[in-house]
């Protein structure tokens, strides 16, 4: 069975803009989470998509957003870029039952400049 | 707060040497815990998970770790490690279960000596 895919893996842009980033499940997996990873702040959970809907938020501001479609893939945006913005942005998948685990995808690296 | 703590954040191992990452977590029920491993610009294996049940939970590579309630830790061990093994080692725990948010430690990076 495929792993998660994350398209793109690497990614530069500049101050302002703003990026898409596109994860694709485990097949069967209807929920995705999306994670920053930065040197200074570690993981940080950003949200959680299943069934189309944002299920869970972590504290991150509204210039991140996402979306899922209805085949459980998803996107995540962030708008008006800031330095800070530069991570590896992982995307997980899981069923969503009880005693879940989440598996990752290889991450898309945004630099920032 | 609920949080996961790695106090270790770089250790150096010879290769065929034991090794103990450790991991301790703070919650006030028995969370969900999970230990992943990062190699170098890639994404997170899952090594091994406990949600409940026996306290000693065997993984790939040959990892193992055991919950200890009394501890609050949840230790990953390897009885002989190998080249391969160096990598950035993260403990993560789902501290507020339903809300499927992992809550990670800072990792401890490992280096093997040959």
């Known amino acids: 069975k495929a792993g998660v895919t994350q398209t793109p893996r690497y990614l530069i842009k500049t101050r302002g803009q703003q990026v898409t980033l596109s994860c694709s499940p485990i097949?069967?997996?209807?929920?995705v989470s999306w994670y920053q990873q930065t040197p200074g702040q570690g993981l940080q959970f950003l949200f959680e998509?299943?069934?189309?809907?944002?299920?869970n938020k972590g504290n991150f501001p509204g210039r991140f957003s996402g979306r899922q479609f209805s085949n459980s893939r998803s996107e995540m945006n962030v708008s008006t870029l800031e330095l800070g913005d530069s991570a590896l942005y992982l995307c997980?998948?899981?069923?969503?039952?009880?005693?879940?685990?989440?598996?990752f995808g290889p991450g898309t690296r945004l630099l920032v400049l | 707060a609920q949080s996961v703590t790695q106090p270790d954040i770089h250790i150096t191992v010879s290769e065929g040497a034991s090794l103990e990452l450790r991991c301790n977590y703070s919650?006030?029920?028995?969370?969900?815990l999970f230990w992943y491993v990062q190699s170098p610009g890639q994404g997170l294996q899952l090594l091994l998970k406990?949600?409940?049940?026996?306290?000693l939970v065997q993984g790939i590579k040959g990892f193992e770790a055991e919950f200890k309630r009394s501890q609050s830790s949840f230790n990953l061990r390897k009885p002989s490690v190998h080249w391969s093994d160096a990598a950035e080692y993260f403990c993560?725990?789902?501290?507020?279960?339903?809300?499927?948010?992992?809550?990670f430690g800072s990792g401890t990076r490992l280096q093997v000596q040959p």
């Open positions: 993560a725990g789902d501290l507020d279960t339903g809300r499927r948010a992992l809550t």
């Open positions: 998509y299943f069934s189309e809907t944002q299920r």
């Open positions: 097949s069967g997996h209807r929920s």
């Open positions: 997980a998948s899981s069923f969503r039952g009880i005693q879940e685990t989440q598996y």
């Open positions: 919650y006030g029920a028995t969370p969900y």
């Open positions: 406990y949600f409940s049940g026996d306290t």
